[in-house]
């Protein structure tokens, strides 16, 4: 009850999230799959990026929440 192992591939520290590269990030991918080219990025590249570049707004997202 006292110990937390995460395993992960990876980590990111929320300092280290430039909010402003995610939310290109995002829009980047959220065009990328309302075009559908795939010659550009594949469907299943374009909702990866997506949910990463989500994640690591949320993540900013609440991290103010709990500065105030």
């Known amino acids: ?3 937390v192992t995460i395993m992960a591939d990876t ?3 929320a300092a280290d999230i430039d909010e402003d590269a995610a939310m ?3 829009e980047k991918a959220q065009q990328a799959l309302a ?3 795939k010659k550009i990025i594949s469907k299943d590249q374009a909702l ?3 949910s990463e570049a989500s994640a690591m707004l949320r993540v900013l ?3 103010e929440k709990l500065k105030k």
Request: no cysteine; glycine share 6%.
């Open 11 to 13: 980590v990111v520290r």
């Open 24 to 26: 290109q990030a995002q």
């Open 1 to 3: 009850p006292y110990v």
């Open 48 to 50: 990866t990026e997506l």
């Open 61 to 63: 997202k609440d991290l």
């Open 35 to 37: 075009a559908g080219d």
